[in-house]
């Protein structure tokens, strides 16, 4: 009897029940990190660790609408250690909180949003506050991006204030244009520059560039960069370390 049956499924005389199976619905929500060792910590052609080591970190929520929130930290250097003695004392470290949407027209992306620059720490009485509020519109085309920052805080990252007789620089501004261009076997081309224009302060504005390569391989990807400014080292020197000179820098990054 078992012979027979078999033999009809076969010959497709005797149908075989069949299930469907419902397709689990995508989640319109993603969450992702990273962490980056960097030989040093380089912000708009600024070290941020006086030269020094850094480990970074963040994590990063999106929905399918376009709308977006995360949050990133790194050791740094000079917030204790700053013009006039510093601006925060027991501060070793920056958090950054932001959030916003992105969106496409055609082949052309933009990006829209909002974050702070927190520096956890002990205020010091007569110093001017250095965490920093920004919002930011952004432009992308293939592998070239320009966002533009401006400052919406009353200080951008301690210039101003009481420290700097009474003036603020709310008002500050960043733009940059940026390339990643991609080559064969994971190899990469980097391409930036930027402009900082500090409010009321014309001696801290100043122009960064940087040139590097990078290197998928395979459980991350490795980049060598050269960034240099032309800005005043009487305004960017913390601790007699001269910060927006021209340097070279190594990291390793990994997203998961």
Known sequence: MKKLVHALVLTGLVGVPTFAMAAEPVSPHTLTGNITLTSDYVFRGVSQTQGGPAIQGG????????????????????????IAGGYKDNNSM????????????????????????YYPGDAIVGATDPDTTEVYLGA???????????????????????SGNGTKS????????????????GWGLIGHVGHQEVENTDIASYT?????????????????????????????????????DGRVFVSFSKSF
């Open 59 to 82: 994590f990063d929520y999106a929905h399918a609408s376009g709308f977006y929130a995360g949050t990133w930290a790194s050791n740094v250097g000079w917030v204790s250690e700053g």
């Open 140 to 162: 992308s085309w293939q592998f070239l991006s320009l966002k533009y920052s401006h400052v919406v805080s009353s200080y951008f990252v301690g210039w101003g204030g009481p």
């Open 94 to 117: 920056e958090i950054d909180l932001y959030g916003g949407y992105k969106g496409a027209m055609g082949d052309v992306g933009y990006d829209i949003g909002m974050i702070t620059y």
């Open 208 to 244: 960064d560039w940087k040139v590097g390569v990078s290197k998928d391989i395979g459980f991350g990807t490795v980049a060598l960069a050269y960034s240099d400014t032309n800005a005043d080292d009487g305004s960017y020197t913390f601790n007699g370390e001269k910060v927006a």
């Open 170 to 185: 709310k008002g500050s501004n960043y733009i940059e244009l940026n390339a990643n261009y991609g080559l064969a076997n």
